[in-house]
């Protein structure tokens, strides 16, 4: 004897899947929302207080945290888009995909040029997703 048909059973899946992109969609969104305040806070902070050089490295902090927080919102997105029209959006995966190597090649640690390979790799995954 069947306790659920396969109709039943995939409307179970369903739902499940659907319940579960809505916690973690809130979840990042709360998330997003603590981390984009902190930035503004510890930024303006250090503003007031003249404790910003930016040309110490500070620039390139501020920006990885910025582009972090914008990598994340895309991510919602992409979970919102989801629940929104049951299919994912491959063109926001892409578009997520390159603003976080992006964020990886403004970030790059002084002396970094020197290693061709990398170079290489990143300029590869660049091509790769603009081909996409």
Excluded at 39 to 55: P, R
Excluded at 91 to 112: C, S
């Amino acid at each position: 004897m069947k306790v659920l048909d396969d109709k039943q059973f995939l409307s179970v899946i369903h739902s499940y899947e659907r319940q579960l992109a809505k916690l973690l969609a809130l979840l990042l969104a709360v998330v997003i929302g603590i981390a984009a305040v902190e930035l503004v806070v510890d930024s303006g902070l250090n503003v007031i207080n003249l404790q910003t050089n930016w040309f110490d490295g500070s620039l390139i902090r501020l920006l990885d945290r910025l582009l972090l927080i914008f990598i994340a919102l895309e991510v919602l997105q992409n979970v919102t888009a989801y629940l929104r029209d049951q299919v994912v959006q491959i063109e926001l995966v892409l578009l997520t995909a390159l603003t976080a190597v992006a964020r990886k090649v403004i970030v790059l640690p002084p002396g970094t040029e020197n290693k061709p390979a990398l170079m290489a790799g990143f300029g590869v995954i660049v091509v790769g997703l603009a081909a996409a």
